[in-house]
């Protein structure tokens, strides 16, 4: 991992919400001198392009690249769940007068990740996740393949979400009303080959996904296998999911038992929580640290993290 680019959810009018305004607009004057005026008209876009771009220039990558050697896998869901209800809504109060033109793009899953290609050059494979609030660690794991495999020498992964109002009264009516709170976030982290990185980078040594009964279990052993480090090793595990779901807490113990346990730093930005937690784990420096995560429809990730010179 060479890059990392993080946005955290500021409310309104607060010290870090004005300067993640300036942030991005440095970040929209600099790629203007090399391209028409960029319009962005939705928080999903703000926090995505910005968390892509300081990606890149914490890598010491062009911006923009340029070049077909870096993709972008990129997990959302939940940041377009409430802009789509709003949008329907106002189809069902106007008709087609109701419908936005500037809108309605942002209804499609992947223009987020179409946005960051375009706006930074990235001609590499792109990809969109939409597995709710793991797709942003499902991003990773689909990153981390294709850098394995040499079908992409570098991929920028992660996850971006802007919750809206409409998402969480929608959660409430489904019998979950404990979904945060109204805000939006991203983390995108460039991941190179370890050939490539020269040392001193953070390493994803290993992901895995576990499904149904027992995904935790699952996830967990299936990432120290691929990672090749016994559960011994592991000291430090961080939880990136909302809640304190008792059995995850209690499959995390038995399987690593010696290991302190945290939480994320934003368990309810959903797409954005796992990357967020990978994120503390490499800027910890130290490891190897186990990031998992669940979500409510028995899904489970795991990813072994060991720290290095990112922050």
């Keep these: 991992m ?49 968390a892509a771009y300081e990606a890149l220039a914490s890598a010491a990558v062009p911006r923009p690249f340029g070049g077909e050697d870096i993709g972008v896998a990129l997990g959302v869901e939940e940041g377009i769940d409430g802009l789509k209800a709003d949008y329907y809504r106002g189809i069902l109060k106007d008709g087609p007068l109701g419908a936005s033109p500037i809108v309605f793009p942002l209804t499609t899953p992947n223009t987020v990740a179409a946005r960051i290609s375009i706006l930074l050059d990235l001609r590499g494979e792109s990809f969109t996740l939409c597995g709710g609030s793991l797709s942003g660690a499902q991003a990773m794991g689909l990153a981390l393949a294709a850098v394995r495999e040499a079908r992409s020498r570098a991929m920028l992964a992660g996850g971006a979400t802007a919750v809206e109002r409409a998402f969480l009264d929608a959660l409430a009516r489904a019998g979950r009303p404990d979904g945060g709170e109204v805000g939006s976030g991203a983390c995108l982290l460039l991941l190179e080959a370890a050939s490539s990185t020269g040392g001193g980078a953070g390493e994803l040594l290993g992901y895995a996904e ?70 503390e784990a490499v800027r910890a420096a130290e490891g190897p640290v186990l990031v998992v995560g669940t979500d409510c429809l028995s899904g489970a990730s795991a990813a072994l993290v060991r720290g290095g010179a990112l922050r």
């Design 2 to 50: 060479t890059g990392l680019g993080v946005v955290r959810a500021p409310r309104c009018g607060d010290r870090e919400g004005a300067d993640r305004a300036a942030r991005l607009s440095a970040v929209l004057a600099a790629l203007t001198q090399t391209g028409p005026p960029i319009r962005l008209v939705h928080p999903i876009e703000e926090v995505a392009v910005l």
């Design 210 to 279: 576990g499904f149904g009964r027992g995904d935790v279990a699952d996830a967990v052993q299936a990432c120290l296998e691929d990672a090749g480090v016994p559960a011994d090793r592991v000291r430090r595990v961080l939880v990136a999911s909302a809640g304190d779901a008792r059995s995850l807490l209690e499959a995390i113990r038995r399987l690593a038992p010696g290991a302190a346990i945290g939480r994320s730093p934003a368990p309810h930005l959903y797409a954005a929580s796992f990357p967020l937690a990978v994120a």
